[in-house]
């Protein structure tokens, strides 16, 4: 028996939702199969543009680490052959560790006839992202698996709640060619942060939500701000001044990091002005020796949805 499942790569943060907000893409999406075996043992083999870029160690492989865990939860004996098919790049702010995480517990879960709690499952991927990222945090895990525009309100349990994108709104993504790792960024983060900063983290969020209410792009745009991490990690993005500028002479009404990086995105209006913002800001990159790789995406679905 063998099920492949098919996980997003996701927007987090989203300018002033640190940890808490996150947004799934309709490409690219990382697969994993997996396939039982009758001997009681985890093989990986992994494949796609980036797979040379991940370990085949079950215990430092992220999706391998998922599957066991919902292997554990079975009374199966039984072991499984794991092939991952990495098209997220690592270290590309777009949830790479998350998709394959949650990939392949979809795929055990499947293959195994189990019903787990999606409560359930959003904790053994997180656990499984934090190998790879440093910490366990479900703002990339949770839209890869639920899919859409998701918040997180609560880690342990997890609790999550869903908000709905206008089918009209298009995201211009950009991924320079540069590597952010998740660990060295969360590493620069101070422990404390001045209370002006909080508080106008909170005024850009609750501004976020109510543009959203209202469908309101160019509102929703204008709260993509953030005082807790991005400023600290700026120079782990030294193009993103360079980027915006860009942008915005594209008629992007902002430009905002993705995670910690080095992926860009911009909210747009439809698919049109989506792709000329992604082609300003290549083509801006490309002038300072940068390539780029850009998506024009909506809020695409989760790996429950995805899957043959």
């Known amino acids: 028996m063998e099920y492949t499942a098919y996980a997003p790569a996701t927007l987090s943060n989203l300018g002033p939702g640190f ?7 309709d490409q690219p999406r990382d697969e994993v199969r997996v396939t039982l075996l009758p001997e009681p043992n985890l093989k990986i083999s992994c494949g796609g543009p980036y797979g040379d870029r991940i370990p085949t160690d079950p215990q430092k492989n992220v999706a391998g680490y998922a599957a066991n865990r919902v292997l554990a939860l079975s009374d199966r ?3 499984m052959k794991l092939d991952v ?3 997220i ?3 590309s702010g ?8 949650v990939a392949a517990a979809v795929a055990a879960m499947r293959v195994l006839e189990l019903t787990i709690p999606e409560e359930t499952l959003l904790e053994i991927a997180g656990a499984a992202e ?5 910490a366990a945090h479900l703002d990339n895990v949770a839209p890869a698996l639920l899919g859409g525009f998701v918040g997180v309100m609560q880690t342990t349990p997890a609790r999550i709640c869903r908000f709905t994108v206008p089918s009209s709104w298009r995201f211009a993504v950009i991924l320079p060619h540069k590597e952010v790792k998740t660990a060295e960024a969360r590493a620069v983060l101070p422990e404390m942060v001045p209370m002006g900063d909080a508080i106008a983290n909170l005024r850009h969020l609750t501004g976020l939500f109510h543009a959203l209410h209202e469908e309101n792009l160019e509102n929703f745009a204008s709260h993509l701000h953030d005082k807790l991490a991005i400023p600290y990690r700026a120079p782990l993005l030294p193009f993103f001044e360079t980027a915006r500028k860009a942008a915005e002479g594209a008629g992007a009404y902002a430009l905002q990091v993705s995670g910690s990086g080095p992926a860009l995105f911009s909210p747009c209006p439809n698919r049109e002005a989506a792709a000329q913002v992604c082609d300003g800001v290549k083509a801006a990159l490309a002038a300072e020796g940068i390539g ?3 998506y024009v995406s909506t809020a695409g679905d989760g790996a429950l949805e995805l899957g043959s």
């Open 19 to 25: 940890d808490v907000l996150g947004l799934a893409l």
């Open 77 to 79: 004996t039984q072991g």
């Open 85 to 87: 098919i990495k098209n």
């Open 89 to 91: 790049p690592p270290g």
């Open 94 to 101: 777009l949830g790479s560790s998350a998709a394959s995480s």
């Open 130 to 134: 934090g190998i790879a990222a440093g």
């Open 292 to 294: 780029a790789t850009t």
